[in-house]
């Protein structure tokens, strides 16, 4: 190898360490830049509805930071602990719920569970937790005082909220969920649904027991709209209350 080649091979050598050494403090300067996170600014229970006194927003490097943060604090406030959040934890989207926790039961609610008798009554399988719906029973030969009495019954059941849809096999039924299917390659109902649980208290508890034996069916009222949804729960509470 001559002189001159040797000469461009080093000067070759010399561009590409320059170019790595380059790329290398560019990754370098990009995972040290500041971004904003948003932050627990004191502890908040698993249930909690998120509150802007609750939230610090902070800058931080990108450098180890855990996945699906946000900057935004609007996007976190109204939003629920799925999870116990300590102070000064980072928050994700995994740490949040749309809606409230099954788990964070306020003083008198319950989780009363009804049979799906066919796809039809859960809205042709479609239902999600979180959804808000209305309870529903298909036109009857029932006459005097027990239309009034079931009537009264539905009043109480006008909006409410979905926590969980399960299936026969007793799992969660997501919409999701690859479809099974059987030997003969039809599909399963494993992953249909069977029950639907609604938080309740006592008195809409006891308007489902009393339409025992009746076909209960579900309309759907709202999805992914909290605010909407908190409205339409408040009226049904404001309800409840001046029926006592």
């Known amino acids: 190898m001559n002189k001159k080649n040797k000469q461009t091979i080093g000067v070759l050598c010399i561009a590409a360490a320059v170019a790595v050494g380059g790329l290398y403090w560019y990754a370098l300067h990009a995972n040290m830049a500041g971004v904003s996170v948003v932050r627990a600014k004191t502890e908040i229970p698993a249930g909690t509805k998120i509150t802007s006194e609750m939230l610090e927003t902070v800058e931080m490097g990108k450098l180890n930071l855990p996945a699906n943060i946000t ?84 009043a109480a059941l006008q909006d409410v909220r979905v926590t969980s849809v399960t299936g026969s096999n007793g799992q969660e039924v997501t919409q999701t969920a690859p479809s099974q299917t059987t030997s003969g390659g039809a599909s399963s109902s494993a992953n249909q649904p069977a029950t639907v649980t609604l938080l309740v208290d006592q008195q809409q508890v006891n308007a489902i027991a009393a339409l025992d034996g009746q076909e209960i069916q579900l309309a759907l009222v709202s999805r992914g709209n909290e605010k909407q949804a908190e409205s339409l729960l408040a009226q049904q509470s404001a309800l409840l209350k001046g029926a006592d």
Request: hydrophobic share 40%; glycine share 10%.
């Open 71 to 154: 900057g935004n604090a609007g996007l976190v406030v109204g939003a629920y602990a799925d999870t116990q959040l300590s102070p000064h934890q980072i928050i994700t989207g995994n740490d949040l719920s749309g809606h409230q926790p099954t788990y964070a039961l306020s003083d008198g609610e319950m989780l009363y569970s009804i049979p799906m008798k066919n796809l039809a009554d859960s809205l042709s399988g479609k239902l999600q937790a979180g959804d808000i719906v209305r309870v529903v029973v298909p036109a009857q030969s029932v006459a005097g005082n027990n239309t009034v009495a079931q009537n009264n019954n539905l």
